[in-house]
């Protein structure tokens, strides 16, 4: 049961608004915790407490460089979410096909109606 | 006539939302009579996963729908809800409940379809609410071909190879 709930955790962590922003930030190279309340307006108790349920479900790393401690965007775990959400947009893609082919044949048969 | 082929968006909005926007070449009102018709919702509805069995339509605030498909294994899934605001060509509000799951109620998604003009084509944006976090990560989950528990696994996995 821990297992799954870790798991879960990992998308609920990453689908958060906020901390996706973080993500966006980190995509462009490790920064510190002060480079990132910069970056991002916010304060920086939130900004750590984000941090911190993101290293929780292993989507940021940290290392430490003399006092700093710098974060990265681990790509490993932030895949398989990405994986999902793409899979799901197919399955709408592939619906909308077949609409539009019900649209086509819609569209042609009022050309015709509004010529007789 | 050839239409040009759109790709659906996706985005999550909030932890409990899913967005799907998607753009058509045809009028607004012709998207709308798609969507809405039961003998229209059978040709598209099933995604090329199946046959559509049942498209039920009662379009009226209060009215029910409820919509199925047999997979190429023999499965059925199934959805039904209640239609809560029906404007035409503009706006349909409904629940949706998937019938796959026991307590399906309590897990229903408030859907809301917005039909908007651009130049003569149409973009549609539907909107799902469901009621947790939870909630929508199986819906979204549920697009795996593979399935949810694959994805579990995987996104396990992910996780274990960090430690």
Do not use: C
Not at chain 1, 32 to 39: A, I, K, P, T
Not at chain 2, 73 to 102: C, K, L, W
């Amino acid at each position: 049961m821990a297992r799954r709930a870790t798991t879960a955790d990992a998308f609920n962590a990453v689908a958060e608004p906020r901390r996706r922003q973080i993500l966006d930030v980190l995509a462009g190279g490790e920064l510190s915790v002060n480079e990132l309340v910069e970056r991002l307006g916010l304060a920086q108790p939130q900004v750590s407490k984000h941090l911190r349920v993101l290293r929780e479900v292993g989507a940021v790393d940290v290392r430490t460089d003399g006092r700093l401690h710098l974060y990265s965007v681990n790509g490993a775990i932030l895949k398989p979410i990405h994986d999902w959400v793409k899979e799901y947009e197919q399955m709408w893609a592939e619906r909308f096909e077949e609409l539009d082919d019900v649209l086509d044949e819609l569209n042609t048969k009022e050309e015709g109606d509004g010529s007789e | 006539m050839a239409v040009n082929s759109q790709s659906a968006r996706v985005i999550l909005p909030t932890d409990e939302q899913i967005l799907i926007t998607r753009e058509f070449n045809a009028p607004k009102e012709l998207v709308y009579k798609a969507w809405t018709t039961p003998d229209l919702v059978k040709r598209w509805w099933s995604a090329k996963r199946g046959e559509t069995t049942v498209a039920e339509i009662d379009l009226r605030v209060g009215g029910r729908w409820r919509y199925a498909m047999v997979t190429e294994d023999g499965t059925e899934v199934a959805f039904h809800g209640e239609y809560q605001e029906v404007v035409s060509n503009e706006r349909i509000v409904s629940t949706e409940v998937y019938e796959g799951i026991p307590n399906g109620e309590a897990n229903a998604t408030l859907n809301t379809a917005t039909f908007e003009d651009v130049e003569g084509r149409t973009i549609l944006a539907l909107l799902v609410e469901a009621p947790s976090k939870e909630v929508r990560n199986m819906i979204v989950a549920s697009g795996m071909e593979d399935g949810l528990q694959d994805a579990l696994d995987l996104l396990e996995e992910a996780a274990i190879s960090l430690h």
